[in-house]
């Protein structure tokens, strides 16, 4: 619904859009044209003066946000200006005086200084003054003169008032009304420009100059909300743009408009002003930053051209127009614009302070001063031949010679009213440069203007007005909304409520019906068990009344028994006799038994003793025959356990030989009671029972008896076969002793021919030392050490051969698990060199050799020892098969974190090595940056050890070269691993490197990763787009130069 209003109210702005362009010219909305404002054909605006005046949008350097601007010329029916200024020729006598377009032209004439008093005191002035009819006269000699005419002529006594009245007035109250304007002071040095125009007046208000005047009505008329005033102050300094009021903004570049021609200086500091005071004090900020010196002609000689500028715009209402309105009241037609849209006008003034023309020989500067001068006199040079091209109609205005032309070009020949003020001194010393300055006068008197009046349409204003209302829609909408969502979301509550309690209420109805069910069945049951039991009552009555009628019978029978009794008692009288000689016999056997289970146990626990001792002899043997004693301690241990058993059956035997005997104790005595109470029925059916008892005891204890002799045998043929195994145990001890010792014999044998090896990797690199310019009798020498090396290495070869053959890898590999120090590393050097041949590494990696290795880096502490393993591990990883189980044992974890473990260079470089390695397999590319296998990489390259940074060079190659293999099969996308550890920015880094191999490694990783588009951006990142170009260019491979160029070209990102 948000999204719906948000529409509607950027359809209604689209609308007021609409309506506002509907008012302007379909053809061309950047002008409006007289047709389009229902104006008649070739009208015009008069200004107060009677000329013609068109308007135009305000200059580039005070950009507006309207779209259009009015703009109509009575002189021509384009509105778009020539690239050279318009002008009109005047004649001498200037019939055309109420011409608001002409340069008006003033002078100014400063009184005597002292020293002029006292030199020329016998001399009349120079020139004559006549301010009622405006004219001065210029003697040339005493008796001829030459008069001028100009359009103010003020004496040295004129009041600073009288000449902000008329020369600047006129012009100030123009750019009220919305035209340019510029008043500009021009003379020699010391006659009095900056006191006209930029006197501060600070103690006494009199003095003020056109500057403060001009800015002081200006601020009255814009008292108003509707009026704003900002200015912006540059001095023109050897011919570069420097802004006062921020001196370091220096050589400020000037811009033309190419269409119109209007100039701007868009680097110019511009300050809003709010009242005079604050004027003067920015004004007071700008001459304090103003180039001035000490000269023979002045004492604060002006070293620039001083330009302020102050930009008036001026919002028009219909009410507030009443001035304008009553003075343009013919020329307006009454539809310009709609009454809907507000209109501006935008002025500006430009009050102008030249530096005074000199001679060096007058002014008397040198040094730096020349060379101020020099610029001065060549801008100065530059203004006046614009000037004569003006005032005689050449086809073309240099005005491109200077920087002070091309800001002035809107002032002479432009659209702007200028007003002239020349300043001249009386002395005859200087006829030739007040003679210059008049004819500057005369010359510039003859150029015209086009005035144009600067209003513009103020779609800044109704856009904010727009911008306001559609704020306020917004709002409105999104209140809406937020109360209709608030609705729903109160609605969607109660909805909520509602589902739950009728949940909560149905899962209760649920709860009680299956409560109620559990209770109807565990009645139901317990009725069922109620008639169960009555049942069971009724049967065990029925029981109860068999059990009296059975007793009745009964009772009948024992008085029948009693009768048999007296025969049976002499029988059992017999049986008793005869019971009691075998109990006896029984008791015998069961002694002896327990004297033999006795000798038994003395003879285990002799054997115990022995397999004790034995065991002992065996747990002081290697590591090798644990195998053994595992086995000796499991036969062992089922013998025992036998053995227990047959204890345990042997005295369960005498306990039921206790048992028989009690037995019979009591088959005694109860047949002395039975004899006492033979008359008693009951007595004499137990002792019948019993009898029958003890028969099937005697019996089972015969068969006993009989199993324990057997497993006495088994046990005394088990005893002898253990002993057999112990001799045979014995034998293998021994011989696993011969082959220790002959073990270690082969140990001693390779120990010293690695130390034969040593000596001969020592030797040559001693000869690598020796200078090549060596004698002859050096290079025999060194000959016959490579020869004896080469030697030696065969024979260390043959014999690693021949003990792999002899000893076997299987055996190797277990003495790294002695806990001999020395042996381990004894053990691990034969294994690195066993390594080092392809031969022998399938069948290290079958006898377990990895794992050992692996497990041997990870719990061992000696140096030694971590860098040899590391060193055949290294060697391993070249076979696919090792790299396999390395990195399924976690093998690259384990190197990585062996950063933190050494600081060998050594054994740095054998794990760099190794993990350079396994980035050659392109399986294991995500594993290794998982298990920080990059990271530790770049880790160790930090050491700075020139060896491990070729290991880590090569690596992070294999690594970038499997990754392009993988894009290219489409096996892989997206950005690189490497780039994520930061490996770009050290191949960047390390490009440079001095090892030539290295830096082979270093550009064929770069340009494998720069194939890869995804990392694009961060080449462009971290400046490698450049390395690429470079190994382009000075490569020593001509593989990786070829390389580098396709990349450049086929990669639009590097291209580009």
């Known amino acids: 619904m948000t999204s719906s209003n948000s529409s509607a109210v950027r359809s209604s702005a689209k609308h007021a859009a609409e309506r506002i362009q509907q008012h302007l010219p379909p053809s061309n909305p950047g002008s409006l044209s007289s047709s389009s404002l229902n104006l008649p054909a070739r009208a015009s605006l008069i200004a107060p003066g009677g000329a013609p005046i068109s308007h135009s949008s305000r200059p580039k350097d005070r950009p507006s946000s309207s779209a259009s601007s009015a703009s109509i010329s009575a002189s021509s029916p384009s509105t778009r200006r020539s690239g050279t200024p318009v002008r009109r020729s005047q004649s001498k006598d200037f019939d055309d005086d109420n011409d608001p377009g002409r340069v008006r032209v003033s002078v100014r004439v400063r009184p005597r200084n002292g020293e002029e008093l006292k030199s020329d005191a016998d001399f009349a002035d120079l020139v004559e003054l006549q301010p009622e009819i405006k004219r001065l006269k210029l003697r040339k000699n005493n008796w001829s003169s030459e008069s001028y005419r100009f359009d103010e002529v003020f004496t040295d006594t004129s009041s600073q008032k009288r000449v902000y009245e008329g020369v600047a007035k006129p012009v100030v109250e123009g750019v009220l009304n919305g035209y340019n304007g510029t008043i500009m002071a021009y003379g020699q040095t010391g006659t009095g420009k900056t006191y006209t125009v930029g006197k501060i007046g600070k103690d006494d208000a009199a003095e003020r100059g056109i500057m403060v005047r001009a800015l002081e009505d200006i601020l009255v008329s814009a008292s108003s909300a509707s009026v704003s005033v900002e200015i912006s102050y540059l001095q023109l300094y050897m011919e570069t743009i420097q802004d006062l009021l921020a001196p370091e903004r220096s050589n400020i570049s000037i811009n033309e408009d190419a269409k119109t021609g209007e100039v701007s200086v868009p680097g110019a500091t511009v300050v809003n002003i709010q009242d005079l005071d604050h004027f003067l004090q920015v004004l007071q900020v700008g001459e304090a930053n ?28 219909e009410k507030a127009e009443t001035g304008t309105k009553s003075r343009d009241k013919e020329a307006k037609p009454e539809s310009l614009g709609d009454k809907g849209i507000p209109r501006v006008r935008k002025s500006k003034l430009l009050i102008v302070d030249l530096a005074g023309s000199e001679r060096i020989n007058k002014s008397g500067t040198d040094g730096h001063l020349i060379e101020e001068a020099k610029f001065i006199n060549l801008s100065l040079t530059s203004l006046g031949k614009c000037i004569n091209a003006l005032a005689e109609g050449s086809s073309h205005i240099p005005t491109r010679d200077s920087k002070l032309t091309r800001l002035l070009r809107d002032s002479f020949g432009g659209s702007a009213r200028t007003s002239l003020i020349i300043t001249i001194g009386p002395s005859a010393r200087y006829h030739a440069e007040t003679t210059s300055t008049i004819m500057f006068g005369q010359r510039a008197m003859k150029i015209v203007n086009m005035v144009k009046l600067k209003e513009e349409f103020d779609y800044e204003s109704l856009c904010r007005k727009l911008e306001t209302q559609v704020d306020h829609l917004t709002a409105e909408v999104e209140r809406q909304n937020k109360l209709r969502n608030s609705e729903k979301h109160e609605l969607e509550k109660r909805l909520r409520e509602c589902e739950n309690s009728f949940a909560e209420a149905e899962k209760n109805a649920i709860t009680r019906s299956k409560f109620l069910e559990k209770e109807n069945g565990r009645l139901e049951l317990r009725m069922k068990e109620l008639l169960k039991d009555l049942q069971l009552q009724k049967d065990q009555c029925d029981l109860m009344r068999d059990k009296a009628i059975q007793l009745e019978m009964n009772l009948k029978n024992t008085k029948q028994q009693q009768l048999e009794t007296s025969a049976y008692q002499e029988k059992l009288a017999d049986a008793s006799q005869v019971y009691e000689k075998k109990i006896a016999e029984l008791v015998q056997k069961v002694e002896d038994e327990q004297a033999r289970s006795t000798n038994a146990e003395h003879q285990l626990e002799e054997m115990k003793n022995v ?53 019979l104790r009591q088959m005694k005595r109860n047949i002395s009671d039975r004899q006492v109470l033979s008359q008693e029925n009951e007595e004499t059916n137990e002792l019948r029972r019993k009898l029958e008892e003890l028969t099937q005891i005697y019996e089972s204890t015969v068969d006993e008896l009989q199993t324990v002799k057997l497993d006495y045998d088994d046990l005394l043929h088990q005893k002898e076969k253990l002993g057999e195994e112990v001799r045979d145990m014995k034998e293998r001890l021994l011989l696993e002793e011969k082959q220790r010792k002959q073990m270690e014999s082969e140990l001693s044998k390779l120990k010293k021919n690695l130390r034969e090896s040593e000596i001969v990797v020592e030797d040559k690199r001693m000869k690598e030392d020796l200078p090549k310019g060596s004698s002859e009798s050096g290079a025999l020498t060194g000959s016959q050490r490579s020869q004896g090396l080469k030697k030696s290495l065969s024979g260390q070869r043959a014999t690693m051969a021949r003990l792999c053959e002899e000893v076997g890898v299987q055996k190797i590999l277990h003495l790294i698990k002695s806990e001999d120090v020395e042996v381990q590393i004894q053990a691990v050097k034969v294994v690195a060199n066993l390594a080092a041949e392809e031969s022998n590494q399938v069948k290290i990696v079958e006898e377990g050799g990895v794992e050992a290795l692996l497990m041997l880096v990870q719990s061992s502490q000696n140096s030694t020892i971590l860098r040899v393993a590391s060193g055949a591990i290294a060697n391993l990883a070249m076979n696919e098969k090792s790299q396999d189980l390395i990195m399924n044992k976690g093998g690259a974890q384990l190197l990585a974190k062996m950063v933190t473990k050494t600081d060998d260079p050594q054994t740095l470089r054998m794990v760099a090595g190794a993990l350079a390695n396994l980035c050659g397999n392109e399986k294991f590319l995500k594993l290794l940056k998982e298990e920080e296998g990059i990271k ?10 020139i060896d491990i940074i070729a290991q880590v060079a090569r690596g992070m190659a294999n690594f970038a070269k499997c990754e392009t293999r993988e894009i290219m099969h489409g096996r892989r996308k997206g950005r690189s691993l490497l780039l994520e550890e930061g490996a770009l920015e050290w191949l960047t880094s390390n490009s440079h490197i001095d090892s030539a191999s290295t830096q082979r490694h270093i ?8 194939q890869n588009e995804e990392n694009a951006n961060d080449f462009k990142r971290t400046g490698s787009v450049t390395e690429i170009v470079r190994i382009s260019v000075e490569s020593s491979r001509d593989d990786i130069r070829s390389l580098a160029k396709k990349i450049l070209k086929s990669n639009p990102y590097f291209s580009s």
């Open 1003 to 1010: 550009e064929l990783a770069l340009c494998h990763l720069a």
């Open 936 to 945: 530790g990489l770049l880790t160790m390259a930090q050491s700075g050890n």
């Open 290 to 317: 103003r180039h001035a010196a000490n000269t023979k002609m002045n004492t604060e000689s002006s070293r620039s051209h001083a330009i302020l500028t102050v930009y008036v715009r001026r919002a028009m209402h």
């Open 611 to 663: 397999l004790s001792n034995q065991q002992k002899s065996i747990h002081e043997q290697e590591m090798g025959n644990y195998q053994y004693q595992r086995e000796l301690a499991e036969t062992t241990y089922t013998y025992e356990s036998k053995i227990a058993e047959l204890q345990k059956k042997l005295e369960d035997e005498h306990d039921r030989s206790n048992a028989a005997e009690e037995q």
